[in-house]
């Protein structure tokens, strides 16, 4: 296979003079630890616009953008149609923290496509979602724990700031009783009694620790894909055992799909794994790079929040956002034409860019998989097989080669984080051009690399 010469995106002056100026204000020059120097090397590539599947930066580099803003981009920069309603809606204003059409066609919308949520009740984030479903929980169960998994992210809420990053798998502890790891100062203690600790996509010791904790439960909460270590599907039937185990022992079945909703199906993981989970929250691709949140169920949940000496608490000045409400019903609109038939080009897209990077390995001989399918996938330079949890990615992930070779790529026109604990995002906007520009610039990196 004959690969095309790649075009150089390193001369990166103004980024770099505009992170100086940056830095002068702002804590690191950014407003989260993953966009500056703890993540790119030289400080980041200070982008200034971007189009479909493109990005370009200050200095007029033009990449390919395969983090799509975490996910967050599920019709990737600027599509005409989100460009439009957000014109349409804003001249006639953006928010008035009141009733309008617009949160009630939202929710309309994605009832339509996850059919768990018989309610819906909007956020800022997918953070707020997160923490509003264990609220509910909570007041839903009566108890006052809850069972999280290792290496998974759930928002930066205090007590789900717990063995969300990677470590030395010396400091982990036995698998039954995980070594508790608090990922920020500022949190008391205390925060953390509440919380059992497990690690993800291996039943017994699930089933043992649930043995000891499960009637204190009110949730267990999951990704349906570990998302937060890359990209980590569960083992067959996992999800389903989880969920049943949950239910044995009286606590609540959480979904968290903020990264995976409304990417892998209509439905999100939960229609493509044919779970019913009691809870679900969204955020990301819900918004089509809008700041929002969501968390969806069954109407005797979620009326909790009906307003009474009892009720469950939730305000929010910008909930039910205008705009972005009706940006949401637009995206939702887009996905579902023609029987959402664009995720057959998403999946296509991503199959044929995941068979690519593997053929390219292969023959450069890099010890090296690619791990996901369609829409979201991640690349672990390791000689295993696969990487299945938290503790296989910190013993067995070259973090540090991936870092390396993602900074290879940032110089060959590829726009994609170098932290090996994101994925790589296909959208509705790339196309086999896009892959066909990656693997000649994998090419070059791998051959530097060998």
């Given amino acids: ?122 956020t800022n984030s997918g953070s707020e979602a997160t923490m509003l479903a264990l609220r509910l929980a909570r007041a839903h169960t009566g108890r006052t724990k809850f069972l999280k998994f290792e290496g998974h992210y759930h928002g930066w809420y205090d007590p789900y700031c717990l063995n969300g990053h990677s470590h030395p798998a010396e400091e982990l502890g036995p698998r039954e009783n995980p070594t508790r790891l608090p990922d920020s100062k500022g949190i008391p203690a205390s925060v953390f009694d509440d919380v059992v600790l497990a690690p993800w996509n291996d039943l ?36 389903q055992r989880v969920c049943d185990l949950a239910h044995q022992y009286g606590a609540l079945f959480i979904l968290d799909e903020v990264v995976t909703g409304f990417r892998y199906a209509p439905g999100g993981c939960q229609q493509h794994y044919g779970l019913k989970p009691d809870l679900s929250t969204f955020g990301k691709a819900l918004g089509a790079g809008f700041p929002v949140g969501a968390v969806a169920g069954p109407r ?40 959402g038939a664009v995720y057959k ?29 369609g829409p979201m996938f991640q690349i672990y330079f390791t000689s295993r097989d696969a990487i299945h949890d938290y503790r296989d990615y910190c ?27 994101l994925h790589w995002i296909i959208s509705t906007a ?3 051009q896009d892959v066909e520009t990656l693997l000649p610039a994998v090419d070059e990196v791998c051959a530097e690399m060998a």
């Fill in 204 to 239: 017994e010791a699930l089933e043992n620790i649930l043995r000891r904790h499960g009637r204190e439960l009110a949730a267990v909460i999951t990704e349906p894909i570990m998302a937060n270590m890359g990209c980590i599907l569960p083992r067959d039937g996992y999800l």
């Fill in 1 to 122: 296979m004959t690969m095309k010469m790649t075009t150089k995106t390193n001369t990166r002056e103004r980024s770099r003079e505009w992170y100086v100026r940056a830095q002068r204000s702002l804590i690191e020059g950014v407003n989260s630890p993953s966009r500056g120097a703890a993540v790119y090397s030289l400080g980041p590539v200070i982008l200034d616009r971007g189009r479909g599947s493109r990005l370009w930066d200050l200095d007029g580099n033009e990449y390919v953008d395969f983090m799509m803003s975490f996910g967050a981009l599920i019709q990737g920069h600027a599509h005409p149609k989100i460009v439009e309603v957000v014109s349409q809606t804003m001249a006639g204003g953006s928010h008035f923290a009141a009733a309008t059409p617009a949160e009630s066609e939202a929710a309309e919308r994605l009832q339509r496509m996850v059919l768990s949520a018989e309610a819906v009740r909007f």
């Fill in 430 to 432: 790339h196309t086999t």
């Fill in 300 to 339: 005797s949940i979620l009326d909790r929040m009906r307003w009474g000496s009892n009720m469950v608490l939730h305000y929010g000045t910008f909930n039910g956002h205008r705009l972005t409400m009706r940006v949401i019903a637009a995206n939702l609109d887009l996905l579902m034409a023609n029987e």
């Fill in 395 to 421: 013993e067995y992930a070259d973090t540090a080669k991936y870092s390396r070779f993602i900074h290879g790529l940032l110089d060959r026109g590829i726009y994609m984080t170098p932290s090996n604990g």
């Fill in 345 to 373: 080009q998403i999946y296509a897209v991503g199959d044929a860019t995941i068979a690519g990077l593997r053929d390219v390995f292969r023959r450069r001989k890099i010890d090296a998989i690619v791990q996901g399918f």
